[in-house]
């Protein structure tokens, strides 16, 4: 439980190598908590993870320097001056302030704490290099040249740091290098060796008996550089693998701090530590499985970002993979990312594939929950997001649409979902859209679900307590609801289909009574009444009238007004729901739906009494709450009225 003063800071930003990502930091004695604005990267840290904290003046503001327990560091920027002394009191450890070195010397000491190179000008810190960022290192006789990824999107008018090189003289160099224990080691000029191999004392000036400065320096840059993780043979390789996004065949080749993409025309390295997530997810009706990798921050190739890998594997086609690698780095790999990787796989291709994966890189591994499509046997529903045709796989904890562009929508990231039909069209009869909305603002629509997964997604979203913004018109069913877009203002950039001409007004009438009757409860559906027919004239002049109004704007839902009586089947549907999840585990969405139903049919007018009576109690308390709201209303519009007509009468005189 968090004792003590908690500090709350926005737009603080976290430095990474493609620049700084911005979000929220939370500050107290258990501890800090980043997150990123967009969503995504979340930066966790207890206070028996936190080692040091340090606070310096940088060009603009402040920045938090954090050392963690094993000796990386993160830093944040976008303080102002006069936060440290709340942070401070909150912090989970103390803050010290560290001067940073404004003298332009390019003479000093080098410092290697964890995976982090800092370089000092007399007591103050000048620079701090991380080395995973490190895409080269090269050994000179007494040099050490670091060189950095080219930064393409970089503006052309803007310096981008590609090369740094260090001169350690082998006399009088001075390198701090934290060991695991905690000491530090020093190294200085040469060390003279105690004995030689065969027993006698080496000469003082013998250069093999010495310890070079320089080329201790570059084996510590190699340790946690990309340049010494990528270097020497791959612990396991796959050739010519098919990748959606970015689009190509690639031979991907893993070590044992990266994975590289090998291309005819482009190669990507990606390094373990950026992937959040890998997710397994079987393609419906098609004999392919994806396999999709969450980065943060992602690769990009020119002005292209990919936050998500995208591999797509044959389902029916089996590997055998044998690592290479030494039992002793297995089980170090193991102890550091909890016993996930083995000596050898076999299996599917996309199952070995993501488990190496997960096993060398320590990432989270998620594969399709207890959600079914309609017919049973898939785990996404088909769907269309922006301009392209795809999947949407609702999964435990997120929806994940593939495959143009990949899209991952946190659960905890949703304000609420809404389920619409388009106002116009022979489609809106036969298909129904998903919009997504996160608490950042954002917006996602996804169009043209079949009718049929209404029920699944309905009842799916209802059990993670996603709040659902129209839901009296959700639960009725797809033939029920009224509500309708304008498919231009709610999803800019996404052509329109061209209906309006070929539109069929009488078809989608009988659709909508055919749906609307399928869908209500089963008491009422055999008393529905009947709807009426129309004549073919006032039909015909129906359609040519219909074909030449423009598109209603969406209705825009009161969210003050009060909330519509449940029905008796719905209070029994929530309370049965959990009953017979637990009596059939197994049994799926679609499926779920009916037997609740036909339950609600077998019972006797006897057992169904509590149920109507407490839907009349609801109904009388909404018709109350709806007379009062509408009363309010009234008034408001009679005031309204009363104002502008003030104001005519003084802009009459």
Not at 374 to 394: H, I, N, T, W
Request: glycine share 8%.
């Amino acid at each position: 439980m968090t004792t003590g003063p908690v500090q709350q800071y926005g737009n603080i930003g976290l430095t990474t190598n493609s620049g700084v990502s911005q979000g929220s930091l939370r500050l107290s004695s258990a501890g800090l908590q980043w997150k990123r604005s967009a969503g995504g990267k979340i930066i966790d840290l207890s206070s028996t993870d936190i080692k040091t904290l340090q606070w310096s003046r940088i060009q603009k503001g402040c920045a938090l320097r954090v050392e963690r327990s094993d000796g990386s560091l993160v830093t944040f920027v976008g303080f102002r001056e006069s936060d440290f002394g709340e942070l401070s009191a909150a912090a989970p450890a103390k803050v010290a302030e560290v001067p940073a070195s404004t003298s332009g010397h390019n003479w000093g000491r080098v410092s290697l704490q964890g995976s982090s190179l800092l370089f000092h000008v007399g007591d103050s810190p000048a620079l701090c290099i991380p080395l995973p960022d490190v895409g080269q290192a090269q050994l000179g006789r007494d040099d050490v040249l670091l060189e950095f990824p080219v930064d393409d999107t970089a503006d052309e008018q803007h310096d981008s740091l590609v090369e740094l090189g260090f001169y350690v003289p082998r006399e009088g160099a001075e390198l701090s290098l934290h060991a695991d224990d905690g000491s530090v080691v020093r190294v200085g000029q040469r060390v003279k060796a105690e004995e030689g191999e065969d027993g006698e004392k080496a000469e003082e000036g013998d250069e093999a008996s010495a310890v070079i400065p320089a080329k201790v320096l570059y084996e510590r840059v190699l340790e946690h550089s990309a340049a010494g993780l990528a270097t020497g043979d791959a612990i396991v390789s796959f050739d010519q693998v098919g990748i959606l996004v970015p689009r190509g065949r690639f031979d991907v080749e893993m070590y044992a701090g990266s994975l590289k993409l090998l291309g005819q025309t482009q190669d990507f390295r990606v390094s373990y530590s950026t992937i959040l997530r890998v997710f397994v997810l079987p393609k419906s009706n098609v004999p392919q499985t994806l396999v999709a990798v969450s980065l943060d921050p992602p690769i990009r190739k020119g002005q292209t970002f990919y936050p998500h890998i995208l591999c797509q594997f044959s389902s029916d086609e089996a590997v055998s993979v044998e690592l290479a690698i030494s039992e002793e780095a297995l089980a170090a790999k193991n102890e550091k990312q909890g016993g996930r990787l083995q000596a050898s796989y076999s299996g599917p291709a996309a199952e070995v594939f993501a488990k190496t994966l997960r096993g060398l890189s320590g990432a989270k591994l998620t594969k399709p929950g207890a959600f079914r499509d309609a017919e049973g046997s898939g785990f996404a529903v088909r769907c269309s997001y922006k301009a392209d045709d795809g999947y949407l796989y609702p999964l435990e904890r997120a929806f994940f649409y593939v495959h143009k562009p990949p899209l991952l929508v946190v659960f905890d990231e949703v304000d609420h979902v809404e389920f619409m039909r388009p106002a116009q069209g022979v489609t809106a009869a036969k298909t129904f859209d998903l919009a997504v909305r996160t608490n950042q603002g954002h917006e996602h629509l996804f169009r043209g679900i079949p009718r049929g997964e209404w029920t699944n997604l309905f009842e799916f979203i209802q059990a993670k307590q996603l709040r659902i913004e129209n839901f009296k018109e959700a639960q009725r069913g797809p033939g029920a609801t009224t509500v309708g877009y304008d498919l231009q203002g709610l999803d800019e950039g996404v052509d329109e289909d061209e209906e309006d001409e070929d539109f069929n007004a009488e078809s989608v009438a009988e659709d909508s009574s055919e749906s609307e009757n399928s869908d209500l409860e089963p008491e009422e559906a055999s008393h529905a009444p009947k709807q009426q027919k129309v004549s073919e004239t006032k039909k015909k002049t129906k359609a040519v009238e219909t074909a030449g109004t423009a598109k209603k704007a969406r209705k825009t839902k009161d969210k003050d007004a009060p909330k519509r009586g449940m029905s008796a089947y719905m209070f029994f549907s929530q309370e049965i729901r959990e009953k017979v999840k637990e009596e059939k585990p197994d049994l799926a969405f679609a499926e779920m739906g009916r037997e609740v139903g036909q339950r609600w049919k077998d019972l006797s007018a006897e057992d169904k009494k509590p149920y109507e009576e407490r839907a009349a109690q609801d109904k009388t308390r909404y018709e109350e709450e709806m007379a009062a709201y509408r009363e309010k209303q009234g008034a408001a519009r009679d005031e309204e009225e009363a104002d502008a007509g003030a104001e005519d009468g003084d802009a009459a005189e």
